[in-house]
Antibody
């Protein structure tokens, strides 16, 4: 079955760029939408954005100026870059597959903790 | 602030029925999906669309919708159902995704 795995640095300095990759295994990345979602400790889920395998993107308006998502179909991976990070960006970051017709995230990665600190 | 509103906490006696609600204008046009999240774990999809359960989700979980409110009902709540529950749907523009703030379910 399809599995997702996030990877990337667990510690990022303030003002720098957070970079994460999600690797899709057990199936093809093609013809699906893929998303990043984050969750600060003790708080709720926040949708960051989505990307289709064509490269088309939609971002959360509150993060849009700092977010870039990309996809590499040859590697079955998609990525997130969040620039100019602050402590408020400290969170568990999840990647997930989106069934867009139902707006449902049916498969999630285990999540990766990213701390913004000097 | 979220465009979808959930009660922060709900409790239910073991074996009883509980309804968790999600309110928002976009729910007049779009269905909500529901997720269960236990401590330290990723969310798990439990209901999507009109009232669809992914494989492996017990049939005590069901979904419904009326007006601007979507509901997740657990009929005969079990101890293992104690978790945080989140709804999500499209935003009022219909183009983006939004989550509710989450409901902490306690099974007494």
């Amino acid at each position: 079955q399809v599995q997702l795995q996030e990877s990337g640095p667990g510690l990022v300095k303030p003002s720098e760029t957070l970079s994460l990759t999600c690797t899709v295994s057990g199936g093809s990345i093609s013809s699906y939408y893929w998303s990043w979602i984050r969750q600060p400790a003790g708080k709720g889920l926040e949708w960051i954005g989505r990307i289709y395998t064509s490269g088309s993107t939609n971002y959360n308006p509150s993060l849009k100026s700092r977010v870039t998502m990309s996809v590499d179909t040859s590697k079955n991976q998609f990525s997130l870059k969040l620039s100019s990070v602050t402590a408020a960006d400290t969170a568990v970051y999840y990647c997930a597959r989106l069934i867009v017709v139902d707006e449902a995230f049916d498969i999630w990665g285990q999540g990766t903790m990213v701390t913004v600190s000097s | 602030s979220s465009e979808l509103t959930q009660d922060p906490a709900v409790s239910v006696a073991l074996g009883q029925t509980v309804r968790i609600t999600c309110q928002g204008d976009s729910l007049r046009s779009y269905y909500a999906s529901w997720y269960q999240q236990k401590p330290g774990q990723a969310p798990v999809l439990v209901i999507y669309g009109k009232n669809n359960r992914p494989s492996g989700i017990p049939d005590r979980f069901s979904g419904s919708s009326s007006g601007n409110t979507a509901s997740l009902t657990i009929t005969g709540a079990q101890a293992e159902d104690e978790a945080d529950y989140y709804c999500n749907s499209r935003d009022s523009s219909g183009n983006l995704v939004v989550f509710g703030g989450g409901t902490k379910l306690t099974v007494l």
